[in-house]
């Protein structure tokens, strides 16, 4: 154990490690088995969610697997849940045949998986926009649909330029907020049936470390994993088409509990165009440094 929490500290930083010791390390009742075959999932949240990256999960899960999402821009639990609340961009971002209303399809009880997640800034999220309330919510839906219904936390990440600090927002939100604020009471009123977490910006953020430590051939800046704005500019938040297969991989990690290791690497965005890809050497260490932190956490529900 004692090597294995070595390796974590190189890959999500001393304050990540930290989080994951108070968190209780691993919790043996939180471990469900694993899906016996390909997975239906609904994907409610953001532009963190994207069209691209469940399009690459289904490429990785491959035949059988199947989803349907609600997105929007900036978007709150709270927003997809009220009718009277306006989603900025709905329009423009979910089309068939991925969209899905998210009321009727998440409380159908046709989804082996429902996958949320919140929007940042996280604080406001929760002191603001009632986030532990409608993740509550949420996930009662899905569960009322179908009693066999997982649901995860889909955690994501702040603005690169945060003032204090991205990797370290990353790792210092992780604990109180994410599953202090979000999972931990969930579980606490469901505790056969507890939410997992997701975690995205523990795995995009143990990526761009390796990257700043040359430990990738092709990939040796953090802003290498987001886009860049059509006039060329860096996207401080939104993922590029690398960091939405870092995060495509973390989600068919958790989802499907199994190593990414061998994976395919060359996928293509929603649109049908060829995405940008890791050399088939980087490919391989980033699948793995994936499955070290979806393993190293408790509340992934997956054991190494």
């Not at 016996?36 to 949240?45: I, K, M, Q, R």
């Not at 927003?79 to 979910?94: A, Y």
């Not at 050399?279 to 997956?302: E, M, Y």
């Amino acid at each position: 154990m004692m090597a294995r929490r070595g390796v974590l500290a190189l890959l999500l930083g001393l304050p990540a490690l930290a989080a994951l010791a108070y968190s209780g390390g691993r919790a043996p009742f939180l471990t469900p088995p694993p899906p016996s075959g390909p997975l239906n999932v609904f994907h409610l949240g953001h532009s963190l969610v994207g069209a691209d990256m469940p399009y690459m999960l289904q490429q990785l899960a491959g035949k059988g697997h199947g989803y349907n999402s609600q997105i929007g821009s900036g978007t709150t639990m709270r927003q997809h849940w009220e009718p009277g609340e306006r989603i900025r961009d709905f329009s423009k971002v979910n089309h068939a045949p991925a969209y899905r209303d998210a009321r009727e399809g998440i409380g159908s009880g046709e989804y082996d998986a429902v996958v949320l997640t919140s929007m940042v800034e996280l604080k406001d999220a929760i002191r603001w926009h009632k986030s532990p309330k409608y993740f509550r919510r949420w996930a009662d839906l899905a569960r009322g649909g179908n009693p066999e219904t997982r649901v995860y936390l889909y955690e994501t990440w702040h603005w690169l330029d945060d003032p204090d600090g991205w990797m370290e927002r990353v790792a210092a939100d992780l604990d109180p907020l994410w599953l202090g604020q979000l999972i931990k009471p969930d579980t606490r009123r469901n505790p056969d049936r507890p939410a997992y977490l997701i975690p995205g910006g523990q795995a995009l953020a143990a990526v761009a470390r390796a990257a700043e430590a040359g430990e990738l051939e092709g990939v040796s800046r953090r802003e290498e994993l987001f886009g860049r704005d059509p006039e060329g500019n860096q996207d401080p938040i939104h993922f590029g088409e690398l960091g939405a297969y870092v995060i495509a991989l973390t989600h068919y990690a958790v989802l499907y509990q199994k190593p990414p290791m061998g994976l395919p690497h060359e996928l293509r965005l929603r649109d049908g165009s060829v995405a940008q890809a890791f050399s088939a050497s980087d490919a391989v260490k980033v699948q793995d440094i994936v499955w070290q932190v979806v393993t190293g956490l408790a509340r992934t529900g997956v054991q190494s």
